[in-house]
């Protein structure tokens, strides 16, 4: 009996992993065929406007109210650490580069993900629910090309700007507490940052992260939604799915990116 | 004249051991309205989606406006679609884009006239359907049987050689469904256009049809014009054309006897 036991359990695991490898390897071959039919995106590029305005634009409240807060909150805990070294001076420092290496890509990234990645997922689902991707393809109109590939380079495009812009209120933020409501000195607070964070090594690759995480972000919210079961429950999950994966992968590439980036004593 | 759609002993099944489609042999003349009748789940709709080429025959042969669907790439899939307009069950009207947007959008994609010429050929589309005064509308201010019209418009912007229409009928008040008919035998003459209807709705399609294949498990099991239909000696059929509950299509599903799912003794 325990041996039945045991030898459903792993057909139900062999299963299991045979469908996530299946279902990524198709992951896969859909955004090499995105990108390759990324044409009409680019062509009419009002097309992918739009849809940095959908993604990009209409997220800007949510992103500016979390940098701001969570600049603040920064501040606060910051200078409660760096004063009892007599570094508070340092608390610029510690804000900017917390958020332009850190917080900022990868809170954005989650706010994104939350906010525009669920969106797109259920758009695409629905209009799949709806039949409009196939009305399209009677159409002769390739639905990937015109419908995914604008929102994918929306989204991709959208990811950078928001986390940058994160950085910045986050930094305002920072300097609202720090220097207006505690009183560390302004001139300190910002040439002490200017001095320490580094465009290449702090600012670039934190561009980079937020341009991968943008990647993957609207990868995944695409995809779900356009392999969503055409049903309300089927869309319901896939959007579901797009925000746990879409933040796990976040989370592990910012891993895998810091790693990278910033090991091995090449920047102080 | 060469039919404009011919099949020959067609089969399709998605999984081996389930055929869906079995021995369809159909042939569809230029200028005809055909309709395509069966119960729901006969697959009357699997064959539309072959004639389309959503789907290709697992054997025997599909030709479609002088094309092998069996044989055709993507580009040659959507040359062929360039020539159809079809003509979905609740429309399929894109929600983010006006009525006008909606009939403006085939044109737009295949066409890119000029603007002026666009907007002439748009209003030209909804007056045909009625509807040139809602050109402004978004589909969700649409009754159903407005949004059928609007994608019937959209359906014909590019002057389509072949109309598909899937279930064209279904939850219509009684004026919309008029309309939707008049519309269909009007549209289909002054285009010179050929049209296949897949419907259960058999007693208001046998009055637009001018041909009927009538379809039951996968195979057709009877076809001819309507007053044929109408007075088949065949039993499916006659069961179907009159509504009555029992007959080949039993009422009740498939089940163990009455008794044992009431756990009583014999």
Not at chain 2, 250 to 264: G, Q, R, S
Request: glycine share 10%; aromatic share 8%; charged share 15%.
């Amino acid at each position: 009996m325990r041996i039945v036991d045991l030898r459903a359990r792993l057909e139900r695991l062999g299963s299991g992993v045979t469908t996530h490898v299946w279902r990524l390897g198709f992951a896969s071959r859909f955004l090499a065929y995105l990108v390759l039919h990324s044409g009409t995106a680019l062509r009419r590029f009002r097309l992918t406007i739009a849809e940095i305005y959908f993604a990009g634009v209409l997220s800007l409240i949510i992103i500016l109210v979390s940098g701001l807060f969570v600049g603040m909150v920064l501040a606060l805990q910051g200078y409660e650490t760096l004063q009892r070294f007599g570094a508070s001076e340092s608390l610029g420092v510690l804000v900017a580069l917390s958020l332009v290496r850190e917080l900022g890509p990868v809170v954005a990234g989650l706010l994104f993900a939350s906010r525009a990645g669920s969106a797109i997922t259920a758009e695409i689902g629905l209009m799949k629910a709806t039949e409009q991707l196939s009305a399209m393809e009677m159409m002769a109109v390739d639905p990937i090309a015109r419908v995914v590939a604008p929102r994918f380079w929306g989204g991709v495009l959208s990811m950078p700007l928001l986390a940058a812009l994160f950085s910045a209120m986050g930094i305002f933020g920072g300097y609202l507490v720090g220097v207006q409501l505690i009183g560390v000195d302004a001139g300190a607070f910002w040439s002490q940052m200017q001095a320490a964070v580094d465009l290449r090594n702090d600012i670039m690759n934190g561009v980079i992260k937020s341009v991968v995480f943008g990647i993957a972000v609207t990868w995944i919210a695409v995809f779900e939604g356009y392999d969503a079961p055409p049903t309300a429950e089927g869309v319901s999950r896939a959007t579901t799915r797009t925000v746990v994966t879409s933040s796990l992968a976040i989370l592990f590439l910012d891993f895998i990116l810091t790693a990278l980036m910033f090991t091995g004593g090449t920047h102080q | 004249m060469q039919p404009i759609v011919e099949i020959r002993k067609l089969a399709f099944a998605y999984a081996p051991a389930h055929p869906v489609l079995r021995d369809i042999d159909l042939s569809i003349e230029r200028g005809a309205v055909v309709g395509i009748m069966g119960q729901s789940g006969c697959g009357k709709t699997t064959l539309l989606r072959v004639i389309m080429g959503a789907l290709r025959p697992s054997a025997g042969e599909a030709r479609v406006l002088g094309h092998d669907t069996r044989t055709l790439d993507t580009q040659g899939l959507y040359a062929m679609r360039r020539k159809m307009g079809m003509l979905f069950q609740f429309g399929a009207l894109f929600t983010d884009m006006s009525v006008y947007e909606n009939v403006a959008f085939p044109l737009r994609e295949h066409v890119k006239p000029p603007d002026e010429l666009l907007n002439d050929l748009v209003i030209m589309k909804l007056n045909a359907v009625g509807l040139r005064g809602a050109a402004h509308l978004t589909p969700t201010e649409l009754s159903g049987g407005m949004a059928r019209r609007v994608a019937l418009a959209r359906s014909i912007a590019l002057d389509p050689q072949l109309i598909l229409y899937d279930e064209p009928f279904t939850g219509l008040d009684p004026i919309s469904f008029g309309v939707i008919v008049r519309l269909i035998r009007n549209l289909n003459d002054s285009l010179g256009a050929t049209s296949i209807i897949v419907t259960h709705d058999v007693q208001e399609a046998l009055g637009v049809v001018d041909y009927v294949y009538f379809m039951a498990a996968g195979r057709v099991i009877a076809q001819g014009k309507p007053d044929e239909i109408r007075s088949s000696s065949e039993p499916f059929v006659r069961q179907f054309v009159n509504g009555a509950a029992e007959g080949p299509v039993p009422f009740h599903y498939p089940a163990p006897a009455y008794e044992a799912d009431l756990e009583l003794a014999a």
